[in-house]
C-alpha cells in the first residue's frame, strides 16, 4: 500500500518562501508522476504543478505561482519537493502532493497524502 508524506509547511510573511518535501513509501516514486495541489477554504481544489518521471518532462505550473515555486524530485530520497519562493497571502492553503496514474502528465491522482498547511501572513 503506497504512502505519501508531505512536510515543511508553516506561517511565513509575505514575500518569504518555504520548501515543502513530499516522501513516498510503498512505492518507488521515480515510476510516477506526482502533483502538488492545493486547497483553501472556500476555493476549488487548484493544482499547482507536477513533475513527470524523466527529465525530458517539462514540469507545468500553475499561471498563478509561474516564476515564483519550482518542483524537483530526488529519486534517491523518493522526495518531490516544491520550493515556494516570494510567498503571497493568496498562497494561503493546505498543500498536498498526489501520485499520477500516469508517468509523464497529471491528468488523475490514486495517492494523495494528509496534506501540510502553509499560512502567509504579516
Known amino acids: 500500500q503506497g504512502q505519501l508524506v508531505e512536510s515543511g509547511g508553516g506561517l511565513v510573511q509575505p514575500g518569504g518562501s518555504l520548501r515543502l518535501s513530499c516522501t513516498a513509501s510503498?512505492?518507488?516514486?521515480?515510476?510516477?508522476?506526482i502533483a502538488w495541489i492545493r486547497q483553501a477554504p472556500g476555493k476549488e481544489r487548484e493544482a499547482v504543478s507536477c513533475?513527470?518521471?524523466?527529465?525530458?518532462?517539462?514540469?507545468h505550473y500553475a499561471d498563478s505561482v509561474k516564476g515564483r515555486f519550482t518542483i524537483s524530485r530526488d529519486n534517491a530520497k523518493n522526495t518531490v519537493t516544491l520550493q515556494m519562493n516570494n510567498l503571497k497571502p493568496e498562497d494561503t492553503a493546505v498543500y498536498l502532493c498526489?501520485?499520477?496514474?500516469?508517468?509523464?502528465?497529471?491528468?488523475?491522482?490514486?495517492?494523495w497524502g494528509q496534506g501540510t498547511q502553509v499560512t502567509v501572513s504579516s
Open positions: 498526489a501520485r499520477s496514474i500516469d508517468s509523464h502528465y497529471c491528468p488523475a491522482y490514486d495517492y
Open positions: 510503498g512505492f518507488t516514486l521515480e515510476d510516477y508522476a
Open positions: 513533475i513527470g518521471n524523466t527529465t525530458a518532462d517539462s514540469p
